[in-house]
């Protein structure tokens, strides 16, 4: 699943009118090295208006550098825009409001005490919904079970912020979190990758600084004249990182181990997730000290008439090739394509971020 969805309030555009038009950005701040890991990245069409038309955040830096962000993802066909009412009418609108009514009586029955119903200071006509303390409009819960909803009929990952994580804790239990909120699934691939790929600041400091903190610098005038220049370099640094075959290898294991996991023990473990990719690393270094030296040797042996020879996968121990009886000539040019193979397919091994910066710094 590696889809990601840009969700917020802005979703409500496309089944009725609200004015609200924010989404959850905080990922590009945060941890910019999904954009390694992700295939697309879903936006439904009001948000991406909203993005377009720089409407959010107030920040204009911040607006202005997420509409760079996304058009330049989209020219390398890493967006798709989703039309939300393709896939659901607006009777999905009553029915979400009835499962919320619903879901905060019982949330009110299994945690005493821990929802209470407030006035909004806003709006006397709106009530806010508290959760041990946490505040949600109407509106707000409305756009997390559709953005739920829209996930699970896209096959993709919601970027969900810590407050709807918050809600959808005391409705669904801290264990039984639907895979496509459970932010265990992009821990793992943050673990994984803080090992082994550079996070790397996709924003310059510019944009995410306080901005009290920029106007009383002496670099304020260069740094607003460069930080679209900048950001549009980070972009391409990360671009370029996409395409390396070391990195389409680790993206691959890593989904296989996660996968693995989740059939044996029915719950993500980040942690443990890690310690499994460790795991997996040492064997497959183990057996490519062993395995290639040996094939090597194998190929340089001209005077050999026949050579039996069974290679294992060094992941899965499947067979790979066998050759008996052949050719000299044709069992060494076939045994040289076979190390090609492997050293080709095991490149993430010796994959370091070091080696990405420099890498990306030549390209510059």
Known sequence: MRNLLISGLGIKHDVEDCFPCNFDHQWLITYPSLLLWSNKILIPKTIWTTISEERYPDSKELAKSYKIIFEILKSENLIEIVDVSQIFDKS????????????????????????????????????????????????ILWSLYMSLALSRALDSQCLFN??????????????????????????????????????????????????????????????????????????????????????????????????????????????????????????????????????????????????????????????????????VAGASQMTNELIKLLESKYKWINLLPSTLSKSAEVTK
């Not at 943050?190 to 790397?200: A, C, G, V």
């Open 92 to 139: 999905i609108d009553t029915v979400i409001h009835e499962q919320i009514k619903k879901d905060i009586v019982q949330i009110s029955k299994v945690f005493p005490g821990k929802v209470s119903i407030e006035d909004d200071p806003n709006n006397p006509d709106v009530d806010m919904i508290l959760i041990d303390g946490m505040s949600y409009c109407p509106p």
């Open 162 to 327: 810590s407050q709807a994580l918050h809600y959808f804790r005391y409705k669904f239990g801290a264990a039984n979190i639907p895979r496509e909120i459970n932010s265990n699934y992009l821990d793992s691939y943050k673990n994984i990758f803080n090992s082994f790929l550079p996070n790397e600041p996709l924003l310059p400091n510019y944009v995410v600084e306080e901005r009290q903190k920029c106007d009383c610098c002496v670099n304020l005038i260069k740094c607003s004249d460069s930080y679209l220049i900048d950001l549009e370099k980070n972009l391409k640094k990360y671009l370029e990182w996409r395409n390396y075959d070391e990195i389409n290898q680790l993206k691959e294991l890593a989904d296989s181990v996660i996968k693995r996991n989740e059939i044996a023990e029915e719950f993500i473990d980040p942690e443990k997730i890690l310690d499994d990719f460790y795991n997996k690393e040492k064997i497959i270094k183990k057996r490519v000290r062993v395995i290639f030296p040996q094939i090597k040797r194998w190929s340089n042996f001209s005077t050999i008439l026949s050579i039996p020879l069974a290679v294992f996968g060094l992941a899965t121990q499947n067979p790979l090739l066998a050759i008996s009886s052949a050719g």
